[in-house]
């Protein structure tokens, strides 16, 4: 019965507007979706509302669909346009472009520097430990938190990660490289504190 | 710090690698030149290892986020897929 699940999407049968092919396609990327919508919106029913649309879309515009990408990179595509799209939406009009830092400028050198690797497994994945990891996201700028999401969560080469966000290859590395960095110097604050009890 | 070697990078030059380094993108050059580097710069050292280590934890982290009940079959709904549906936990 699971098999259904493995066999790859056959695009012809989308096109031809088949409905169970279409239900197959979606079982088989609404996790990551609403995934990556949830980690980009940190709001569970914003997630559900791209998630929702992105598949909407999906149906609409398969007939654009020209195949230069896989299926599952139009799929993320939609969805990070329908993310950015509420993001932007939401957004206060006073903070329009609070987004200041620019691919030329230099990167920000690290600061902190305490070796928090080997603490266990489960206290850096402890469920207080996921919660700072998700906040941690948050402080990041959207054009940083999408790159990092689709590449470093979900797992995306960085040739599709441009794909999906219209972006070339250098200028993903480059947002990769600035927000893992950002995130390493937000753990670090967090994680040092659980090797070094005492000042 | 100044380094002994006639080819040695610096910290800055380091971090300018890294995201070719971390990817596994980097030639054997830079990666030699970066691993001679972080054994004797013990900041870069743990500045390597840390980032290694945030990306492990963030995928971690990802593959166990699942989806709340209901949603799915609110998405198949939306969709008009739910007669489609056998049956989902
Ligand atoms: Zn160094």
Same mark, same amino acid.
Request: aromatic share 8%; with cysteine; proline share 4%.
């Given at each position: 019965m699971d098999e259904t699940l493995t066999q790859p999407i056959s695009l012809e049968a989308l096109r031809a507007g088949s409905r169970s092919e279409f239900a197959r396609l979606v079982e088989q990327y609404y996790t990551p979706i609403y995934r990556l919508a949830l980690k980009m919106l940190a709001n569970e029913q914003d997630a559900e509302d791209v998630l929702q649309n992105t598949f909407l879309k999906a149906m609409q515009h398969l007939k654009d669909?020209?195949?230069?990408?896989?299926l599952s990179t139009w799929l993320y595509r939609i969805a990070a346009n329908e993310a950015l799209m509420l993001l932007r939406r939401k957004?206060? *009009?006073?903070?329009?472009?609070a987004e200041p830092q620019e691919e030329e400028a230099d990167l920000p050198r690290p600061e902190l520097f305490s070796d928090?690797?080997?603490?266990p497994e489960q206290e850096l994945l402890s469920t207080e430990s996921k919660t700072q990891l998700d906040f941690a996201i948050q402080k990041l700028p959207e054009k940083l938190r999408i790159v990092f999401i689709l590449r470093?969560? *979900?797992?995306?080469?960085i040739k599709e990660t441009g794909e999906a966000l219209n972006l070339t290859e250098t200028a993903i590395k480059t947002r990769l490289l600035r927000a893992r960095l950002a995130l390493r110097e937000i753990l670090s604050t967090y994680y040092k504190e659980r090797i070094q009890p005492e000042p | 710090m100044p380094h002994e070697h006639e080819h040695d990078i610096t910290c800055q030059q380091l971090l300018a690698s890294l995201g070719d380094y971390v990817e596994g993108e980097a030639s054997e050059q830079i990666c030699r030149e970066i691993e001679r580097h972080i054994a004797e710069c013990e900041n870069c050292r743990v500045v390597v290892d840390t980032l290694n280590k945030t990306i492990y934890l963030y995928h971690q982290s990802a593959q166990s986020t699942s989806v709340p009940q209901g949603v799915h079959g609110r998405l198949m709904q939306a969709l008009k897929l739910d007669y489609l549906v056998t049956k989902k936990g």
């Open positions: 669909f020209e195949g230069r990408s896989s957004r206060p *009009e006073t903070s329009i472009d928090w690797c080997c603490l470093d969560m *979900e797992g995306l080469s | -």
